[in-house]
């Protein structure tokens, strides 16, 4: 496989995570700088508590996502390895999702002391975008596993 195309992937997974990074880091120093408004902090701390415990769930996809190309770039691509870079990547994808079920009624709380109804649609978007990269890793671990047993019967018959 030409790594032209594993080399895209790999940067695309870059510009996903400096932004993230950096949001964390900055978010940090406004966040202590800046005091929220005693009336929404009961609802804005927790959020941003689950916003920021969601990075570590966000940056295993990532690096396993990397390993995976890495994996591919090396020709090793139907490996148990490569089943177990997919099965990390759906358990982080479902961890980052539940993380934003969990903050969904402080989204609703927000939303309802704002007036701000398609607050919660947006919330919603982090949950099912996550869970369809669970489902999609999911399937891609199943198949590969299939593919994997079928590249081992032919070797031991070849």
């Known amino acids: 496989m030409k790594h032209g195309s594993t080399l895209f992937l790999k940067i695309a997974l870059f510009l996903m995570g400096a932004p993230v990074l950096a949001l964390c880091i900055v978010g940090v120093v406004k966040l202590t700088t800046n005091i929220v408004n005693p009336d929404y902090r009961y609802i804005l701390y927790p959020g941003i508590g689950i916003m ?85 890793s999911a399937v891609l671990k199943r198949l590969l596993g299939e593919a994997i047993t079928i590249k081992s019967e032919n070797d031991f018959t070849v």
């Not at 190309?69 to 490996?79: A, P």
């Not at 358990?91 to 993380?99: K, R």
């Open 52 to 136: 920021y415990l969601s990075v570590i769930p966000y940056f295993i996809a990532l690096y396993q996502s990397f390993l995976l190309l890495t994996y591919i770039d090396k020709s090793n691509g139907f490996t148990s390895r490569s089943v177990k870079a997919l099965n990390k990547i759906k358990y982080s994808a479902i961890t980052f999702s539940s993380l934003y079920v969990i903050m969904l009624p402080f989204v609703f709380m927000a939303a309802d002391k704002d007036d701000a109804p398609g607050l919660v649609i947006v919330g919603m978007v982090f949950v099912f975008a996550s869970l369809v990269i669970a489902v999609f």
